[in-house]
C-alpha cells in the first residue's frame, strides 16, 4: 500500500485499530505482518501486537512468530460464526485479497471499510470476486481527510 504523510489519517486508523477485538487473516498475510509488526516502531504497532489474532490456515502449524496470535483451521463459515457469537468487539479481517475474496465469497462480512488514496496505480487483484450475483452495498459512513484520502464504510443492503 503506498504511504501519504497524513498524521490526521494516522491518528483516526490508530483509534479504528483498537476498536478491534481481533484481526482475521489468511496464512500468507500472518506470514508477511508477522516479519514486520513484532520489531516495528510504526505508530500502529502496539495495536497490530497486542490485539488478538486469528490465522485462518489448514497448513499453518504455529503461530508464535507474533504475540496474541492464534489458529483456526476447521470450516471458515463456522469459525467466523463462532467469533461472532463470542462476546467483544467487532472482528476486523486484514490482509490479502485471496482471504477477503474467501470472507465475501462466505457471506460473513458485515461491513466493508474501503480506503481510497489520492493516487492511480493503474494494476493490482481486484477486491470482489467473481460473483454469481452482485452484492448491493449501502453507505453507512464516510471519512474525508486534508491529504485527500476517504474511508468508505459500506454494510450489505440487505442487513
Do not use: C
Amino acid at each position: 500500500m503506498m504511504s501519504i504523510d497524513d498524521d490526521e489519517q494516522e491518528e483516526y486508523f490508530v483509534s479504528r485499530l483498537w476498536e478491534a477485538g481481533a484481526f482475521l487473516m489468511g496464512r500468507k498475510s500472518y506470514e508477511i505482518m508477522a516479519g514486520f509488526w513484532p520489531t516495528s516502531d510504526h505508530p500502529s504497532a502496539k495495536a497490530m501486537n497486542e490485539i488478538p489474532k486469528v490465522v485462518f490456515s489448514r497448513t499453518l502449524k504455529s503461530a508464535d512468530d507474533w504475540p496474541e496470535t492464534r489458529i483456526a483451521s476447521g470450516d471458515t463459515a463456522e469459525e467466523i460464526a463462532e467469533l461472532k457469537a463470542e462476546p467483544g468487539k467487532d472482528l476486523v479481517a486484514v490482509g490479502g485479497t485471496e482471504f477477503m475474496h474467501s470472507l465475501i465469497k462466505l457471506g460473513v462480512v458485515d461491513e466493508y471499510r474501503l480506503w481510497v488514496l489520492p493516487a492511480a496505480a493503474g494494476k493490482g487483484a481486484p477486491l470482489f470476486p467473481e460473483m454469481d450475483e452482485p452484492v448491493k452495498l449501502r453507505l453507512v459512513k464516510s471519512t474525508a481527510f486534508s491529504s485527500g484520502i476517504l474511508e468508505l464504510v459500506y454494510a450489505p443492503a440487505d442487513k
